[in-house]
């Protein structure tokens, strides 16, 4: 298990790296110029020039790359071109908004996606099952930014309850009720795209696990219906549903930016769209770099809890 872990580890610098490097030369090839948004349409080529060295952005870009990457190393993200804030502060302040909108998503969606799995597969192919099978289909085809535009239009507009429309987010510090209101709707969309994945499978997962012979024996003792699932089958069908969720929840972590974006949540999602507009190089390195690093240890954590769960994982 320690080899293991690792090695792991030296993957997931490895990527980091590599994720580093990357971002750093695909958002120099991004439209617009940071100087005009600095110093407005009416700059000339002489203040340019000068701004460029200032910022330095007129040495090679390898030597930005070294820069950069040091300073972070360090934990300076660099000051914003356009606020004139630190990036680490303006992430920091971000970041809380995406973290809860996933842990509620993800706690709603493996609260549907659990019990409903566990109750189709017991009866693969009756009334249930394709019910939920059809239902999953279809939601599965809908874009996220549809489903809440429609919720929104619902919810917020034709019933006008407080605190679910755009612009209309509340810190938690500020009050707690209303937070979860706000947040509502875009947890609930996000909760939609996860619980399809979940439930899907997990189901096939059981049907399988169901028809192993250890499940026939357990039966043959008596031990009831409700114990054999969540003693005896739920764990070794989990194994695939931790897999999922890795890549699910690093996906929702950049995956939630257009939900952000359209009820203006000023997450990280909201935040780099707007820093994109602005050709705020440094904002949008930063957060790329966040988001990039937070999949990878979400896929880490979970790689970790599978090799719990199936220990016979790490020994091949």
Same mark, same amino acid.
């Given at each position: 298990?320690l080899?293991?872990?690792?090695?792991?580890?030296?993957? *997931?610098? &490895?990527?980091? @790296?590599?994720?580093s490097? &990357?971002? $750093?030369?695909?958002?120099?090839?991004?439209?617009g110029?940071?100087a005009?948004?600095?110093l407005?349409?009416?700059a000339?080529?002489?203040?340019k020039?000068?701004?460029?060295?200032?910022?330095?952005?007129? %040495?090679?870009?390898? #030597?930005?790359?070294?820069?950069?990457?040091?300073n972070?190393? !360090?934990?300076?993200?660099?000051?914003?071109?356009i /606020?004139q804030?630190?990036?680490?502060?303006t992430?920091?302040?971000?970041?809380?908004i995406? +973290?809860?909108?996933?842990?509620?998503?993800?706690?709603?969606?493996?609260?549907?996606?659990?019990?409903?799995?566990?109750?189709s597969?017991?009866r693969?192919?009756?009334?249930?099952d394709?019910?939920?099978?059809?239902?999953? @289909?279809?939601?599965?085809?809908?874009?996220? $930014?549809?489903?809440?535009?429609?919720?929104?239009?619902?919810?917020?507009?034709?019933? &006008?309850?407080?605190?679910?429309?755009?612009?209309?987010?509340?810190?938690?510090?500020?009050?707690?009720?209303?937070?979860? #209101?706000?947040?509502?709707?875009?947890?609930?969309?996000?909760?939609?795209?996860?619980?399809?994945?979940?439930?899907? +499978?997990?189901?096939?997962?059981?049907i399988a696990?169901?028809? #192993?012979?250890f499940i026939?024996?357990?039966?043959?003792?008596?031990?009831?219906?409700?114990?054999?699932?969540? %003693? !005896?089958?739920?764990r070794? /069908?989990?194994?695939? *549903?931790? =897999?999922?969720?890795?890549?699910?929840?690093?996906?929702?972590?950049?995956?939630? @930016?257009? +939900?952000?974006?359209?009820?203006?949540?000023?997450?990280l =999602?909201?935040?780099l769209?707007?820093?994109?507009?602005?050709?705020?190089?440094?904002?949008?390195?930063?957060?790329?770099? +966040?988001?990039?690093?937070?999949?990878v240890?979400?896929?880490?954590?979970?790689? @970790?809890?599978?090799?719990?769960v199936?220990?016979?994982?790490?020994?091949?």
């Amino acid at each position: 298990m320690l080899r293991y872990v690792i090695r792991r580890l030296v993957m *997931l610098l &490895g990527i980091v @790296f590599v994720i580093s490097v &990357g971002s $750093f030369y695909l958002i120099h090839l991004l439209p617009g110029d940071p100087a005009v948004v600095i110093l407005g349409t009416g700059a000339t080529p002489q203040n340019k020039l000068i701004l460029y060295k200032q910022l330095g952005l007129n %040495r090679p870009i390898y #030597e930005q790359y070294f820069t950069w990457i040091g300073n972070v190393l !360090h934990g300076n993200m660099g000051t914003s071109f356009i /606020s004139q804030t630190s990036v680490a502060s303006t992430i920091r302040a971000a970041l809380p908004i995406d +973290v809860e909108l996933i842990v509620l998503s993800q706690i709603l969606a493996f609260a549907a996606a659990i019990p409903l799995a566990m109750r189709s597969s017991r009866r693969p192919d009756g009334p249930l099952d394709r019910i939920l099978g059809a239902t999953s @289909f279809t939601l599965l085809s809908v874009p996220s $930014f549809i489903i809440i535009v429609l919720l929104v239009l619902f919810i917020s507009i034709k019933l &006008g309850i407080p605190h679910t429309g755009p612009s209309s987010y509340v810190t938690l510090s500020s009050d707690w009720i209303a937070n979860l #209101e706000s947040l509502a709707l875009p947890a609930f969309t996000l909760a939609i795209g996860s619980f399809v994945v979940y439930y899907r +499978v997990l189901r096939s997962d059981l049907i399988a696990t169901l028809q #192993e012979e250890f499940i026939t024996m357990a039966r043959s003792k008596g031990i009831s219906q409700r114990r054999i699932m969540w %003693r !005896h089958a739920f764990r070794p /069908s989990s194994v695939a *549903l931790l =897999g999922s969720a890795g890549v699910n929840i690093g996906g929702l972590l950049a995956g939630g @930016f257009v +939900v952000q974006y359209l009820l203006a949540i000023p997450g990280l =999602g909201f935040t780099l769209i707007n820093a994109i507009n602005m050709s705020d190089y440094l904002l949008v390195q930063g957060i790329v770099l +966040v988001v990039s690093v937070g999949v990878v240890l979400i896929n880490f954590i979970f790689d @970790f809890i599978i090799n719990i769960v199936d220990p016979r994982i790490s020994r091949e």
